[in-house]
């Protein structure tokens, strides 16, 4: 009887775990993989105030998409659908589901880390955005821009 009992109980827990997978309650293999898309501007936070979309007369987008011509991921950003930084990842510094956050070094000079917001939207987390810099700092780390996702994106 108690090997009977602890079958259904192992059978019941390997059902769980395929059903997470499929049906994508578990969480990404990587916060990293979960940026891929357009994400919408909502806001940026400063030390001294906050500039919320609606108000600053502008919009802002930044689409996050692997880029098979060169084989890598290319993130753009655009103000008011005008281009205004087009960078390529050269590297994942550091990617933490667990610390909702990825650092990723872009073209060997600049570093952007990611964090993952509790906020939801389209079935995503919200995301915050560090202020590109040389090499990140926790302690230069004052500004932060939240974004939304919107929408998946094509490779390019």
Request: charged share 25%.
């Amino acid at each position: 009887m108690r090997k009977l009992f602890s079958l259904f109980l192992l059978t019941l827990l390997s059902l769980s775990i395929s059903c997470q997978d499929k049906c994508g309650c578990a969480p990404p293999a990587s916060m990293y993989d979960d940026l891929f898309g357009s994400w919408q501007w909502v806001k940026t936070k400063t030390p001294t105030k906050n500039i919320l979309a609606e108000n600053a007369g502008y919009s802002k987008i930044m689409d996050f998409v692997f880029d098979r011509k060169v084989q890598a991921v290319r993130i753009t950003f655009y103000k008011n659908d005008s281009l205004q930084r087009n960078i390529l990842v050269s590297k994942n510094l550091e990617d933490s589901w667990e610390n909702k956050s990825v650092l990723l070094k872009y073209n060997n000079d600049i570093q952007l880390k990611y964090f993952r917001s509790n906020e939801f939207h389209n079935d995503h987390y919200n995301i915050e955005v560090s202020e590109i810099m040389p090499t990140y700092d926790v302690r230069a780390d004052t500004v932060r821009h939240h974004y939304r996702f919107v929408k998946y994106l094509e490779d390019i």
